[in-house]
């Protein structure tokens, strides 16, 4: 028998098996958050999804004390699921960059979900790592997810998707940050159940203690709702509760410039670059997003004392889209017409088809740091990439 309310990870997969999975069908008859809110399945259910959404997971996997360093290297990394787990764990051995990483702060994480092998990707990379880890779940997923992921063989094992911090050193006060929804996530045909949710949790170094932080910021959204997205994050931060602690906040902030809620928005924000000039529009926004279309996301982040601008590197790229790339294709295909393509690569035709965009970043407050970098062979070069985006890293000196 399952307790009242499941308190373990192994409780909590089996109450979503057990008790929530059954009534999935039924959940997915609704066709807007309204009409779920209203359906007497999810009243009934609500407490027990509530409980699974809002539970922190931890272990430790170190088998030895890490000593101090002068230095201490972070990674933040949007890994596509997992999908590609076993590269991505022979690299995170093996890159000379990756494998001498302290900490790493990792989006797109899942447990139990078709498209990445139904692996519990935080847990067997802290396992194969002998890191600690906190995972803390965003969304459960009602379908097996968006675009190529629906044709995909096998089902969902349990279906939860998150964010992820891992470390060399002790992990303390793990908490979970609930930003609200950039859209209705079940209107779609990705059905999820779930709020965008960072993950803190205070990283004890043998001569230092920060704050570190992964944060997936909504891609359908508007420009302001990714700003107010990371308001809510920088509140919780600042509750009076909170120990003050140097801040290393990092992750996928998905800062494209566009109002992505829907088609019509996107591709009117499309037309609207391309009279500003597509060569200009690269080189100034798509690279530099800071600079007017996301100016109110970094001018809040500066306001509230944190600083991007010597973390990142600038106008370097971390994404690169590919207008004929099938699995990119079919992905926003899912919610844009498909004559639009033929526009994109019109537009794109001086660049081989291809629009580099800066979506990935750090901001720090109250700490020393040098030496960012994008790892771009993580992605490029390779028949299969290890992920859809470019991992970005700095290295944090402690005093």
Same mark, same amino acid.
């Given at each position: 028998?399952?307790?009242?309310?499941?308190? *373990? %990870?192994?409780?909590?997969? @089996?109450?979503?098996?057990?008790?929530?999975?059954?009534?999935?069908?039924?959940? #997915?008859?609704? @066709?807007?958050?309204?009409?779920?809110?209203?359906?007497?399945?999810?009243?009934?259910?609500?407490?027990?999804?509530?409980?699974?959404?809002?539970?922190?997971?931890?272990?430790?996997?170190? &088998?030895?004390?890490?000593?101090?360093?002068?230095?201490? @290297?972070?990674?933040?990394?949007?890994?596509?699921?997992?999908?590609?787990?076993?590269?991505?764990?022979?690299?995170?051995?093996?890159?000379?960059?990756?494998?001498?990483?302290?900490?790493?702060?990792?989006?797109?994480? +899942?447990? #139990?979900?078709?498209?990445?092998?139904?692996?519990? !990707?935080?847990?067997?990379?802290?396992?194969?790592?002998?890191?600690?880890?906190?995972?803390?779940?965003?969304?459960?997923? &009602? *379908?097996?997810?968006?675009?190529?992921?629906?044709?995909?063989?096998? +089902?969902?094992?349990?279906?939860?998707?998150?964010?992820?911090?891992?470390?060399?050193?002790?992990?303390?006060?793990?908490?979970?940050?609930?930003?609200?929804?950039?859209?209705?996530?079940?209107?779609?045909?990705?059905?999820?159940? #779930?709020?965008?949710?960072? !993950?803190?949790?205070?990283?004890?170094? %043998?001569?230092?203690? /920060?704050?570190?932080?992964?944060?997936?910021?909504?891609?359908?959204?508007?420009?302001?709702?990714?700003?107010?997205?990371?308001?809510?994050?920088?509140?919780?931060?600042?509750?009076?509760?909170?120990?003050?602690?140097? /801040?290393?906040?990092?992750? +996928?902030?998905?800062?494209?410039?566009?109002?992505?809620?829907?088609?019509?928005?996107?591709?009117?924000?499309?037309?609207?670059?391309?009279?500003?000039?597509?060569?200009?529009?690269?080189?100034?926004?798509?690279?530099?997003?800071?600079?007017?279309?996301?100016?109110?996301?970094?001018?809040?982040?500066?306001?509230? #004392?944190?600083?991007?601008?010597?973390?990142?590197?600038?106008?370097?790229?971390?994404?690169?889209?590919?207008?004929?790339? %099938?699995?990119?294709?079919?992905?926003?295909? +899912?919610?844009? %017409?498909?004559?639009?393509?033929?526009? &994109?690569?019109?537009?794109?035709?001086?660049?081989?088809?291809?629009?580099?965009?800066?979506?990935?970043?750090?901001?720090?407050?109250?700490?020393?740091?040098?030496?960012? /970098? !994008?790892?771009?062979?993580?992605?490029?070069?390779?028949?299969?990439?290890?992920?859809?985006?470019?991992?970005?890293?700095?290295?944090?000196?402690?005093?």
């Amino acid at each position: 028998m399952l307790s009242t309310q499941p308190r *373990t %990870p192994e409780e909590i997969y @089996r109450t979503i098996q057990e008790r929530i999975q059954p009534h999935f069908a039924a959940l #997915g008859q609704c @066709r807007s958050e309204r009409e779920l809110d209203a359906h007497p399945v999810y009243r009934s259910l609500e407490p027990l999804i509530r409980t699974v959404l809002e539970a922190p997971e931890t272990a430790d996997y170190r &088998l030895e004390t890490a000593a101090a360093r002068p230095r201490y @290297r972070f990674l933040a990394w949007n890994i596509e699921r997992g999908a590609e787990i076993e590269r991505q764990i022979r690299a995170f051995r093996e890159h000379p960059y990756l494998s001498s990483c302290d900490v790493l702060l990792l989006t797109e994480t +899942d447990i #139990g979900m078709a498209r990445s092998g139904n692996h519990h !990707v935080a847990q067997r990379l802290a396992r194969e790592l002998g890191f600690a880890y906190v995972f803390v779940p965003t969304y459960l997923n &009602l *379908t097996k997810g968006s675009g190529a992921e629906f044709d995909l063989p096998g +089902d969902n094992e349990i279906g939860l998707h998150g964010d992820a911090i891992l470390s060399r050193y002790p992990i303390g006060n793990p908490r979970g940050i609930r930003m609200r929804n950039g859209m209705d996530k079940i209107a779609g045909r990705e059905q999820r159940l #779930g709020c965008p949710t960072a !993950v803190a949790a205070d990283i004890d170094f %043998p001569d230092y203690a /920060v704050t570190a932080v992964a944060v997936h910021l909504d891609a359908q959204s508007t420009q302001r709702h990714r700003r107010d997205q990371m308001q809510e994050v920088l509140d919780a931060l600042d509750a009076p509760h909170e120990r003050w602690l140097p /801040v290393i906040l990092g992750g +996928d902030w998905n800062t494209s410039t566009y109002n992505s809620t829907s088609a019509f928005p996107a591709i009117v924000g499309f037309w609207v670059r391309v009279f500003m000039g597509v060569d200009h529009v690269i080189r100034n926004h798509y690279l530099h997003p800071n600079k007017l279309f996301e100016r109110e996301l970094f001018e809040l982040l500066e306001s509230r #004392g944190f600083d991007f601008r010597e973390c990142n590197v600038p106008g370097e790229y971390t994404v690169g889209y590919d207008v004929d790339n %099938p699995r990119t294709r079919k992905s926003l295909g +899912d919610w844009v %017409p498909g004559w639009c393509f033929a526009f &994109l690569r019109w537009a794109l035709r001086n660049h081989g088809g291809k629009c580099p965009l800066k979506l990935d970043w750090f901001a720090t407050r109250g700490a020393r740091v040098e030496a960012p /970098v !994008v790892i771009h062979d993580v992605r490029e070069g390779l028949r299969i990439p290890l992920s859809d985006h470019d991992a970005i890293g700095i290295d944090v000196l402690p005093g």
